[in-house]
C-alpha cells in the first residue's frame, strides 16, 4: 500500500530521487535499446540489477531470464488494500489492449509483480493474485533477505507497519512501476497517475497504453 500507510513524505521523495538519479547518470544515449531517438526520464539511471526470485509457481527465476524482452515492473503486495489493485488493473488493462493491436510487439514484454510482502506472499497466494489481472502477468517472492536486496537494487523503499499488539500488518511503499528495455536496463515510469482521484483518473489506462505503444519497438 503506498496511500494512507506510508509516510507521503517519503512517496514525495522516492519518485523525484528517481528521476534525479536518471538525470545524474544519464549517459550519451546508445544505452537505450528501445529504437526511440527520446529518451525516457530513467535512462542511465542506476535502477535494477540480477536477482533469483521464485514465481508463482514455484519455480526459481532470475532477471536474466528475460533478456530479450521489455519488463514491466510494479513493487507491490497481494494484501494491498487500495493503490496496488488499482495500479496493476490500469497497466494490465492497457497490456490487453496492447496485446490485441500489436500482438507482436507485446510478446517481447513480460509483466511482474515483485512482492515486498514475501511472508504472506507465498508462490500460491501471487498464483491466485496475479491470474485475475492478466495470464501473462507473474508474480515474484522470495525470503525477507532476498526481498530486500531487490528493493534496494531497484530504488523502492518499503516498510512493514504494525500497531502494537497486532497480528495484522500492512506494508507501506514507493510507488514505482517500471518499464525496462531488452537488456535490463531503466527506460521510464509508466503512467499510472493517483488512484486517490478516479474522477481525474479514467484515461490512465490510455496513458498506460500510448506509454507502451512509445517505448516498446
Avoid at 41 to 59: D, H, K, S
Avoid at 139 to 151: E, N, P, S, Y
Wanted: net charge neutral.
Amino acid at each position: 500500500m503506498a496511500g494512507p500507510v506510508m509516510n507521503k513524505a517519503k512517496i514525495a521523495f522516492a519518485l523525484p530521487l528517481l528521476c534525479l538519479l536518471a538525470a545524474c547518470n544519464m549517459g550519451a544515449g546508445d544505452n537505450a535499446s528501445s529504437g526511440n531517438s527520446e529518451q525516457g526520464e530513467l535512462v542511465g539511471a542506476r535502477i535494477g540489477a540480477p536477482f533469483t526470485l521464485t514465481n508463482q509457481n514455484g519455480q526459481s527465476v532470475q532477471w536474466d531470464d528475460f533478456k530479450g524482452q521489455y519488463r514491466l515492473v510494479y513493487f507491490g503486495y497481494t494484501y494491498c488494500p487500495d493503490v496496488c489493485p488499482v495500479d496493476l488493473q490500469r497497466i494490465m488493462q492497457a497490456f490487453g489492449r496492447f496485446e490485441k493491436d500489436k500482438p507482436a510487439l507485446a510478446a517481447r514484454v513480460q509483466p511482474m509483480l515483485i512482492s515486498v510482502d514475501p511472508a504472506r506472499d507465498t508462490p500460491a497466494v501471487l498464483k491466485t493474485y496475479v491470474a485475475a489481472f492478466h495470464p501473462r502477468l507473474i508474480g515474484l517472492t522470495g525470503t525477507k533477505d532476498q526481498i530486500a536486496r531487490v528493493a534496494k537494487d531497484f530504488a523502492v523503499i518499503y516498510n512493514v507497519e504494525q500497531k502494537p499488539g497486532a497480528t495484522d500488518y500492512q506494508v507501506g511503499h514507493s510507488r514505482t512501476p517500471y518499464l525496462f528495455d531488452t537488456d535490463g536496463k531503466p527506460v521510464a515510469l509508466v503512467p499510472v497517475d493517483d488512484p486517490g482521484t478516479p474522477d481525474v483518473d479514467e484515461g490512465a489506462p490510455d496513458k498506460v497504453l500510448a506509454f507502451l505503444e512509445k517505448w516498446v519497438k
